[in-house]
């Protein structure tokens, strides 16, 4: 079955712990991102890549770390996570190619809590 | 940051009535999507409509794209209870970046 597969699901942690969420993707697509969905205020992309060793920016990266070394997994690094970065995670992948007008596939997220 | 925005927030409606949302956004676009969301759980895409189509449908879902005036609606008709949801609109932006720009959503509850 595709799929997007995150984890953990669940987490609990204090300030200053670091963390990973991890990401994983079935359907050999390019492209994988990172968003975090607070109420009120949507999705905001953290991080996004286009492929193996390619990461770029996107609208709230501050406080994150990614990686992409295989195609299939693109984890999300908090080094030093504080209260403000408590949301619910996702992890979304597509084929790649601007204009190749391809929807994304999404993780069933991850309920980040700091303490 | 630039975000979408969507309209109403929220929206309830009796089993049976169409539902229409909008979203407008503030770039050109290569494409606009539509996600829904059930409570806490991952994005399902809908639809997606190209910057060159005006109009587009998939079941009881009916999508159009104004790209003069920034704007897309999605129309659900004959609505049921298992459309109650978020539903959030997407573009990708024609702008050489990758980023996609999510609207805030509406929340779409239909009554039995």
């Known amino acids: 079955e595709a799929q997007v597969t995150q984890n953990p699901r669940y987490l609990i942690t204090v300030t200053g712990k670091k963390l990973t969420v991890t990401c994983s993707q079935n359907m050999n697509h390019e492209y994988m991102s990172w968003y975090r969905q607070d109420p009120g205020l949507g999705l905001r992309q953290i991080y996004y890549s286009m492929n193996v060793e390619v990461t770029d920016k996107g609208d709230v990266p501050e406080g994150y770390k990614v990686s992409r070394k295989e195609k299939r997994n693109f984890p999300l690094i908090l080094e030093s996570p504080s209260p403000n970065q408590t949301s619910l995670y996702f992890c979304?992948?597509?084929?790649?190619?601007?204009?190749?007008?391809?929807?994304?596939?999404f993780g069933d997220g991850t309920r980040l809590s700091i303490l | 940051s630039q975000q979408g925005e969507e309209d109403p927030q929220a929206l309830s409606i009796q089993e049976g009535e169409n539902a229409t949302m909008n979203c407008s956004y503030k770039t050109s676009i290569n494409n606009l999507q539509w996600y829904r969301q059930n409570s806490g759980r991952g994005l399902v895409h809908l639809i997606l409509?190209?910057?060159?189509?005006r109009e587009k449908h998939s079941g009881r879902l009916r999508v159009t794209l104004d790209t003069s005036k920034k704007s897309s609606s999605l129309l659900i008709t004959a609505s049921r209870a298992a459309d109650t949801a978020s539903y959030f609109c997407a573009t990708d932006p024609d702008s050489g970046t990758y980023k996609y720009i999510f609207g805030t959503g509406t929340r779409l509850k239909v009554l039995a």
């Open positions: 409509i190209r910057s060159n189509e």
């Open positions: 979304a992948s597509r084929f790649s190619g601007q204009g190749v007008n391809q929807p994304q596939h």
